[in-house]
T-cell receptor
Framework: NAGVTQTPKFQVLKTGQSMTLQCAQDMNHNSMYWYRQDPGMGLRLIYYSASEGTTDKGEVPNGYNVSRLNKREFSLRLESAAPSQTSVYFC???????????FGSGTRLTVV | DAKTTQPPSMDCAEGRAANLPCNHSTISGNEYVYWYRQIHSQGPQYIIHGLKNNETNEMASLIITEDRKSSTLILPHATLRDTAVYYCIVPLENTGGFKTIFGAGTRLFVKA
């Protein structure tokens, strides 16, 4: 049982490049989330998907897009990366609210 | 804006109970309180959640005051592996329980 799998684990981008962070869960959860965590800070919600076919903005959505590809997969896209997007990105899933989240191990992204 | 207030750090002796407080004085009547922890830079780990009654599971106990304005997470016999950042979170109002903000949390140091 893998839980929440994120790929890649590490990535270095040049300013202006684009990339997609992948997230997949195998727990048959309905809801999925993307967070970012800057050094020494808590987690901030970027986007979430309450159920398959829906997505909504979180606290810090600017510069990102998401796709809920199916029930298992929820991807995060950076269209034109900026140094301010250097962060650790965590994907999470839950059965639905109010159940607790299961987090992935994170993607460490550096934009130079 | 975080809806919870936690002390930035706490110490606990190994084998003793660790009591981590959280203030959530603006919590609404139907929002749950959740606790997570994050060890090093791993993805946060769900610990426990509750609405109004005290809750216990294999990891911890959660004590919620009768007015629901504060809660305490109790690790009954702390070990060195419990050294982590502990987050107390409450979903934002009118978001169906899906929008959560993780503040800075409490950094717990368990000492031998």
């Amino acid at each position: 049982n893998a839980g929440v799998t994120q790929t890649p684990k590490f990535q270095v981008l040049k300013t202006g490049q684009s990339m997609t962070l992948q997230c997949a869960q195998d727990m048959n959860h309905n809801s999925m989330y993307w967070y970012r965590q800057d050094p020494g800070m808590g987690l901030r919600l970027i986007y979430y998907s309450a159920s398959e076919g829906t997505t909504d903005k979180g606290e810090v959505p600017n510069g990102y897009n998401v796709s809920r590809l199916n029930k298992r997969e929820f991807s995060l896209r950076l269209e034109s990366a900026a140094p301010s997007q250097t962060s650790v990105y965590f994907c999470a899933s839950s059965l639905t609210a109010p159940y607790g989240y299961t987090f992935g191990s994170g993607t460490r992204l550096t934009v130079v | 804006d975080a809806k919870t207030t936690q002390p930035p750090s706490m110490d606990c002796a190994e084998g003793r109970a660790a009591n981590l407080p959280c203030n959530h004085s603006t919590i609404s009547g139907n929002e749950y309180v959740y606790w997570y922890r994050q060890i090093h830079s791993q993805g946060p780990q769900y610990i426990i959640h509750g609405l109004k009654n005290n809750e216990t599971n294999e990891m911890a106990s959660l004590i919620i005051t009768e007015d629901r304005k504060s809660s305490t997470l109790i690790l009954p016999h702390a070990t060195l592996r419990d050294t982590a950042v502990y987050y107390c979170i409450v979903p934002l109002e009118n978001t169906g329980g899906f929008k959560t903000i993780f503040g800075a949390g409490t950094r717990l140091f368990v000492k031998a």
